[in-house]
């Protein structure tokens, strides 16, 4: 009888009769690797194979079972080490051989992150999966950069869209995304900066409205520039930014200069508290 508290028991994958392969879809947060979930290190410590793209960091696989099997499976822009469809057959594969499989994604695995084709295919081949959510890039980076999302004075709603279509084009609800008194965060949108801005403002959104762009956040090397919709790319392009990188637009990003506090690293909790 195991004397763990009953919150972890429940997470116990090994009971008799239960070892046929399972893929775990997990989300592994924005980098920082104390933002996993519980269930996301469990899950990594008792997997036989672990499948991780580029937004994974070491911190992360490091908590995986020393002796599993790590397989990377790369994808950046227009890099894919494997292409989504074999990365696809790949995990089906693994499952069948009667693996227990965590596939690790960056972030939440059902925003942007193809989460959920490469689960359609499992659900067609009769695969049994889980998805274990993971803090998306947004919720971290806005945490770690003191920028809410939202707050009452300056953004009733946020909306979250990509600066990367499957195509490569960028064909946006520009009318949509121009609202005022709303909170625009764009993922992989950093190569587009400079039509993003320029369009919002051609809809309607003023020139003046404050941006911010933050550079691997949550993890130590976290940068953030600021400036407004008129000025935003030009200081991004000076300072060399590259992905990944979250743009936020709105009101809500002034708040950054008054409510930072990551300087680069988290005290632990034992020095927090003493
Ligand atoms: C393919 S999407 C994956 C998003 C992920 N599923 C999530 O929920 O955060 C990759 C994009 O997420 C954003 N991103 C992910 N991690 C980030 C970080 N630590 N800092 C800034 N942006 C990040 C960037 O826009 C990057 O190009």
């Known amino acids: 009888m195991s004397n763990r508290p009953p919150f972890l028991q429940s997470l116990d994958l090994d009971q008799p009769g239960t070892r046929t392969g399972t893929v775990y879809l997990v ?29 994974v960091g070491k911190g992360i696989l490091d908590m995986a079972r020393p002796d599993a099997e790590r397989v990377y499976v790369g994808k950046q822009k227009d890099n894919h080490t494997l292409p989504q469809q074999e990365i696809n057959a790949l995990l089906a594969r693994l499952a069948k051989q009667g693996k227990q499989v965590v596939r690790l994604k960056g972030g939440d695995p059902f925003i942007f992150g193809r989460g959920g084709e490469e689960l359609e295919v499992l659900a067609e081949e009769g695969i049994r999966y889980e998805v274990v959510p993971g803090i998306t890039a947004a919720s971290g980076v806005s945490c770690y950069t003191g920028i809410p999302l939202t707050h009452r004075d300056y953004a009733q709603s946020c909306l979250f869209t990509t600066g990367h279509l499957k195509d490569g084009s960028l064909n946006l609800d520009w ?11 764009i993922y992989m949108g950093l190569g587009a900066l400079p039509e993003i801005s320029s369009k919002l403002v ?15 956040g949550t993890t130590r090397r976290q940068r953030v520039a600021t400036g407004t919709l008129a000025t935003i790319a030009e200081r991004v392009a000076e300072q060399k930014f590259k992905s990944p990188c979250l743009i936020i637009v709105g009101e809500v990003t002034q708040l950054h200069d008054k409510l ?12 927090a508290v003493a």
Not at 175 to 185: D, F, G, K, S, Y
Not at 205 to 215: K, L, N, Y
């Open 27 to 55: 989300g592994a947060g924005p980098g920082d690797p104390e933002l996993l979930t519980l269930r996301a290190a469990r899950l990594l410590g008792m997997a036989d194979v672990v499948v991780y793209d580029n937004l």
């Open 175 to 185: 009318e949509i995304l121009a609202h005022p008194r709303q909170t625009v965060v």
């Open 260 to 271: 930072q506090w990551f300087a680069g690293s988290v005290p632990q909790l034992a020095t």
């Open 202 to 216: 051609e809809q309607g959104r003023a020139a003046s409205t404050p941006v911010a762009v933050v550079e691997q």
